[in-house]
């Protein structure tokens, strides 16, 4: 599936763009059946386009938000995707959205996994918003090459829901929604900053196996084009 680059001239300039079209989309899926979810991605790259979507004008008690991938450690972690949204997207006018974090307290990842699924039932998929990063390694959620799950994560007929993954890279074991739960997003953006990042992007652009870099499998067999933003 063919993806489309928007560039940006700061970090800043792409945040307002990006947040003015999440913005949009959350609206109209709001305006077409009264409610609206949006999935993102962690790590430090998404702050200034979270801190920018937490100002925007939208029915905020009518927008689920969740992540696409966490770390199996608990909400107060410093490492928690979910302190990072807390701390910089559920504030100002965004305080009203519901969140449905990934991780759930349990005796293994494993286990935290199927809590999750049952729990992300709630929001209902396809996401109207997507939001991805992307490793210098070339993965995204938490599809890390050499994962334990990749395989099955990747997988397209692999039922929508959180699984768990294990890989050298990753740090603490990880939670993250199949392949088969975000590419079918109204919306489904790849956020990515900084010259190194474009390189790493012109790679997996290229021929190569997606296992070697998981964000191919993203970008070519997305339902829909894969909207990529980009700053220096």
């Given amino acids: 599936m063919a993806s489309t680059l928007h560039s940006f001239a700061s970090a800043a300039d792409l945040a307002d763009s990006l947040a003015d079209k ?37 029915a905020w008690d009518k927008v689920t938000i969740t992540l696409v991938d966490e770390r199996f450690v608990p909400a107060d972690n410093t490492r928690s995707n979910h302190l990072l949204v807390d701390a910089n997207l559920l504030q100002n006018k965004a305080k009203a959205a519901r969140f449905v974090p990934l991780y759930q307290p349990a005796s293994s990842v494993e286990e935290a996994a199927r809590l999750a699924t049952a729990k992300s039932a709630e929001i209902g998929i396809p996401f109207d918003v997507v939001i991805l990063g992307m490793g210098g390694d070339g993965h995204t959620a938490s599809f890390f090459p050499g994962g334990s799950n990749l395989a099955r994560a990747l997988d397209a007929s692999t039922p929508r829901g959180v699984i768990p993954m294990e890989a050298e890279g990753a740090g603490e074991p990880r939670l993250t929604f199949t392949f088969s739960s975000l590419d079918d997003a109204a919306l489904l953006v790849l956020h990515i900053e900084g010259e190194g990042k474009k390189d790493v992007l012109a790679k997996a652009e290229g021929s190569g196996d997606e296992a070697e870099m998981p964000i191919r499998a993203v970008l070519r067999r997305a339902t829909s084009p894969v909207e990529i933003y980009w700053a220096p």
């Fill in 22 to 58: 999440v913005a949009d989309r959350l609206s109209a899926a709001i305006a077409a059946r009264g409610a609206a979810s949006i999935a993102v991605s962690g790590g430090s790259t998404p702050k200034a386009f979270f801190q920018a979507l937490s100002t925007r004008d939208i």
